[in-house]
């Protein structure tokens, strides 16, 4: 079965730099989450989107900015950069069924911030 | 959203059944349970999810009492692929923008 897609697996930046994370989620998934993990910590909520509108919001930095597009898939901007952003980053895609909602992750983006 | 307390670690053995139970006293009506398995520098896979009594599939079963206070994860014979974080999660779903709110895990380390 199709699972989320994150792109790109890993990625190497200086600080005050740029990046762009991108996530394509399952399938007929309408809705996308962002989730931060730092090294030995528990994955974090960032920021979500239902039907490409912004749906909640979490401990995302102002220097942070996402949105969902047409087809689903879904962008994270990171700017300025600092070293404390270098973490493992997961889009989680949903949709609502009756009975319940399942989160499926990607397999994230390691971003490191030198 | 419901806060959960679940062990640190816990150990076993191949071929073991383990229970890892997840307290989440202010669990609200409208709130499913929802437990996740994680290997290092990998997304939370999905293993289970229930609302009220017992909720089985192919790799685990879990059991919420009446109260709904508590919930225990059961995974059957386990094996040494089975050493992970596992994460229990409450909260309400449905309708989109559900956040999952992670807490403090259990590193289960299974061994031979």
């Known amino acids: 079965a199709a699972g989320v897609i994150q792109s790109p697996r890993h990625l190497i930046k200086e600080k005050r730099e740029t990046a762009t994370l991108k996530c394509y989620p399952i399938?007929?998934?309408?809705?996308v989450y962002w989730y931060q993990q730092g090294p030995g910590q528990d994955p974090q909520f960032l920021i979500s989107?239902?039907?490409?509108?912004?749906?909640d919001k979490g401990s995302i930095p102002d220097r942070f900015s996402a949105q969902q597009f047409s087809d689903y898939h879904s962008e994270l901007n990171m700017s300025s950069l600092e070293l404390g952003d270098s973490a493992l980053y997961f889009c989680?895609?949903?949709?609502?069924?009756?009975?319940?909602?399942?989160?499926?992750f990607g397999p994230g983006t390691r971003l490191l911030v030198l | 959203l419901a806060k959960t307390t679940q062990p640190i670690s816990m150990d076993s053995y191949e071929g073991q059944e383990v229970n890892i139970t997840c307290s989440h006293n202010?669990?609200?009506?409208?709130?499913?349970i929802t437990w996740y398995q994680q290997f290092p520098s990998q997304g939370p896979r999905f293993i289970i999810q229930?609302?009220?009594t017992k909720v089985t599939n192919e790799v685990a079963s879990l059991f919420i009492p009446a109260d709904r206070k508590s919930s225990t994860l059961s995974l059957p014979r386990v094996s040494l692929s089975d050493t992970a974080v596992y994460y229990c999660?409450?909260?309400?779903?449905?309708?989109?923008?559900?956040?999952?709110?992670f807490g403090t895990g259990t590193q289960l380390k299974v061994e031979l």
């Open positions: 989680a895609s949903s949709t609502t069924r009756r009975g319940g909602e399942t989160q499926y």
């Open positions: 399938p007929r998934h309408d809705t």
């Open positions: 989107f239902y039907e490409k509108m912004q749906s």
């Open positions: 202010n669990i609200a009506t409208n709130d499913y």
């Open positions: 229930g609302y009220k």
């Open positions: 999660l409450v909260g309400a779903l449905g309708g989109g923008g559900n956040k999952l709110t």
